[in-house]
């Protein structure tokens, strides 16, 4: 099993909508959680950190399941610019990252 | 910000050459940066961790004398691919800490990618 798994979709969905992603995570003991946006060809970038209280930026919301050991990202109003490849990261006691493979989301006119 | 400066951004070189990939931290001092490579559609690959003046840890399966990595200063960080084969053509990554690493502190350089002819 994977230390962090994600669905690789693609997730096409019109501009407006709200989709949301999920990210399993094997160890228990992992930390800390966050989500990391990539564009083609270019290098991850911070999206935003889950706390276990769940957290909110704008359009985006975080959730962290402990119990399931899952965590989520919901995009609400979707924009053509939110298309790009959503990656879940897990740290497990240092400062060591483990990335899921990513999920790619392609927002449609 | 923090920035983190990755150089090339991409190279192509033949089959059996050494390439050299840097990665600076231009405003902030990494004691410890992270080399990633990822292949078309697949997860960022953490291959070793890169400690300023001592060696770098590398993960399970990475060749240390394959990927060298040298970490002489605490603003640079170098990764050398050597006898470089097709099947390192890939997209290198570096990325360093500043201040918390678990409150997201991680910043990344903007990757290197490695076409091996």
């Known amino acids: 099993r994977k230390e962090v798994e994600q669905d690789p979709g693609p997730f096409n969905v019109p501009e407006g909508a709200t989709v949301a992603f999920n990210c399993t995570y094997s160890?228990?003991?992992?930390?800390?959680f966050f989500w990391y946006r990539q564009d083609c060809r270019k290098e991850p970038k911070l999206l935003m950190s889950?706390?276990?209280s769940g957290n909110e930026d704008g359009r985006f919301t975080a959730q962290l399941n402990r119990a399931s050991q899952y965590i989520s990202l919901l995009i609400r109003d979707s924009k053509l610019s939110d298309s790009a490849t959503y990656l879940c990261v897990v740290t497990s006691g240092t400062y060591k990252y483990i990335f899921g493979t990513g999920t790619r989301l392609k927002v449609l006119a | 910000g923090a920035v983190v400066s990755q150089h090339p951004s991409w190279v192509i070189c033949k089959s059996g050459t050494s390439v050299k990939i840097e990665c600076r931290s231009l405003?902030?001092?990494?004691?410890?940066m992270f080399w990633y490579r990822q292949f078309p559609k697949q997860s960022l690959m953490l291959m070793a961790t890169?400690?300023?003046?001592?060696?770098?840890?590398?993960e399970q399966g990475v060749e240390k004398d394959k990927f060298l990595i040298n970490h002489a200063s605490l603003t640079l960080s170098t990764l050398t691919v050597t006898s470089a084969h097709p099947e390192d053509s890939s997209f290198y990554i570096c990325s360093a800490i500043r201040g918390q690493g678990r409150s997201g502190g991680y910043t990344f350089g903007s990757g290197t990618r490695l076409t091996v002819v």
């Open positions: 890169s400690n300023e003046g001592s060696k770098a840890t590398y």
């Open positions: 160890n228990s003991a992992s930390q800390s």
């Open positions: 405003d902030f001092q990494a004691t410890t």
């Open positions: 889950v706390y276990s």
